[in-house]
Each structure stands twice: as structure tokens, then as C-alpha cells.
């Protein structure tokens, strides 16, 4: 028998359980009731909802939620939400809205101040990397910067979140630099942008691991690549069940991934009729494409 489906509050979109195929959340949840932010998780899940039915309207209402929030699991999903359905308006609000927090973390230098920062420019700057803007790379690098040269700690991910927008094989672009090597890591980041801008003709592309990235080029990853993409294993089926809107919770058993069918799901969408209608460089949300 399989487990029982988490409900979305159980659940916060986790793609080792049970991804964007959560069961609804009952009013009444025993754990969600004693949540002080359960009416925000509830109207995050009706947002949810209209975004899977094509309805992109309430982005702006989302990121206040984001705002309003005290559970950090709940900006977390938010988040996640916001990295694989947001528009380009909604990205430009949350960099300026991130530019506010980072100014006034730099005024006050206060360790609350730098490290409420530190919490949103980790959620925000991971959406950034889900969209996949290449010119979203030099503002990640700048959060970076900001964080690191003031002591804050915890900040490992930015440089992987670099490396899953620049680079096919993992490289040292994904790891945290000593201090004496940073300038040299800079150097290289630097590099690698002005090399993919100049190979796609500017920063106005949408990339993964340094490809245009796309719902058929996930699929074809996942099909037949994963040996040199295990890593990203997380990460591809949040973006191909998130674009397509189809059910890929087999694709964990006991949040362990399981490689095969992984492919049979992939196989099965690129055999369809429905692969044709996706374009390679363009962002969908269950199958209805994103209104940049």
C-alpha cells in the first residue's frame, strides 16, 4: 500500500516527498492550527492553486505573504512558488525589495539586521537561480559579498546556486572560496558571464548549467543524462513537474531518487504529442507558460 499523500502544509512543495502534488490542507490540520501564520498558509495554498490553473494574478499578493510571514517554512515554500512561477515583474520587485534589506543591514550592521538579511537573500537568491536569468548571476554574487565581508555565516549555497545557472560540470564556481583565493574566484565567476553573454548575446537568457534552458531539455536530462547530473537530481524533478504539471512523485521512494523512473517519466513526455507545444528558453507553470 502506498503512503498517504502530504497535505501542502506537510508537504512546503518538497520535492523529495511529494513535490507539487500535495493533497489539500484541511482547515481544521491539529498542526496548522497552532501555527500563528496559518491563515497565510492557507491563502498560500488557494495562490497555489490559481497559479496551476493559469491564473498568475496574485504574484504580488504571494510576495506580501512572503513579507508578512513568521514561519520561515512557510517564506521557504513561498518562495520555491515564486522561483518556478514568478514573472519578470514580480523578480524585479523581489531584487529591489532584497536591495532594501541589504542597504539597511549595511547601515545598521546590526547581527539582526545582517542576518534577517542573510534569510532573504538566501530564499530570494535561490528563486533567482530557479528562473535561471544569467544576468541574475552578478546580483547573487553582490548578496553574496555584502553577507560575507560583514561575518555572516551560513552562506555555502550562493556559489552553488551560481554554478546550476553558469556550468555543465561542477567546478570550484560552486564551492566557497578561502579568503586568499576569493579574488581569484571572483575573477573566474566574472569570466564565465562575460563568456556565456557574449555566447548567447547578452544576459537576457535563461540558463541551466550553462544551457538555454527549457521543459524538453529537463526531460532529456533526466531521460538519459543523470549519471553526470545526479546532483541536480532534486532540482530537475521540482522544474519538469512544476513546468508540465505532471505527477513525478515516483521519482522518489523514501525521499531516495529513483533513476528509472525518473527516465520512463521523462520518455513517456518526450514520446508525447504534448512535448512539441514546449519551447526551449521559455518558463511554464503546469503547462501554461509564464506571462514575462
Not at 94 to 121: I, V
Not at 156 to 169: A, D
Request: proline residues 5%.
Amino acid at each position: 500500500m502506498p503512503p498517504r499523500r502530504l497535505t501542502f502544509y506537510e508537504n512546503r512543495l518538497n520535492p523529495r516527498r511529494d513535490g507539487y502534488f500535495p493533497v489539500p490542507t484541511p482547515a481544521n490540520h491539529p498542526e496548522l492550527l497552532r501555527n500563528e501564520d496559518r491563515k497565510l498558509w492557507l491563502r498560500t495554498e488557494e495562490i497555489f492553486e490559481s497559479l496551476k490553473a493559469g491564473r498568475f494574478e496574485h504574484l504580488q499578493e504571494l510576495l506580501s505573504i512572503y513579507h508578512s510571514a513568521r514561519d520561515g517554512l512557510l517564506r521557504a515554500t513561498i518562495c520555491t512558488l515564486l522561483g518556478d512561477a514568478a514573472t519578470f515583474d514580480c523578480f524585479q520587485q523581489m531584487r529591489e525589495d532584497l536591495e532594501r534589506m541589504q542597504r539597511a543591514a549595511r547601515e545598521t550592521r546590526t547581527q539582526d539586521a545582517l542576518y534577517d538579511y542573510r534569510d532573504m537573500a538566501l530564499d530570494f537568491c535561490d528563486a533567482f537561480a530557479s528562473w535561471g536569468l544569467l544576468d541574475a548571476a552578478p546580483v547573487i554574487v553582490d548578496h553574496y559579498l555584502t553577507l560575507r565581508s560583514n561575518g555572516v555565516t551560513d552562506i555555502r549555497s550562493f556559489p552553488v546556486l551560481l554554478s546550476m545557472i553558469m556550468e555543465r560540470e561542477v567546478t570550484i564556481i560552486s564551492t566557497e572560496p578561502p579568503d586568499d583565493g576569493l579574488e581569484e574566484y571572483l575573477g573566474l565567476v566574472l569570466h564565465r558571464h562575460e563568456a556565456l553573454c557574449s555566447q548567447y548575446e547578452g544576459g537576457n537568457i535563461l540558463l541551466f548549467q550553462g544551457k538555454k534552458s527549457g521543459v524538453k531539455s529537463y526531460a532529456n536530462i533526466l531521460a538519459h543524462d543523470m549519471d553526470e547530473a545526479w546532483h541536480l537530481a532534486l532540482e530537475l524533478r521540482r522544474r519538469f513537474e512544476a513546468s508540465t504539471g505532471i505527477d513525478c512523485h515516483d521519482m522518489y521512494v523514501d525521499k531516495v531518487f529513483q533513476p528509472l523512473a525518473a527516465a520512463r517519466i521523462a520518455e513517456a513526455f518526450l514520446n508525447s504529442p504534448e512535448a512539441a507545444r514546449y519551447k526551449e528558453g521559455v518558463r511554464y507553470f503546469f503547462g501554461h507558460e509564464i506571462p514575462d
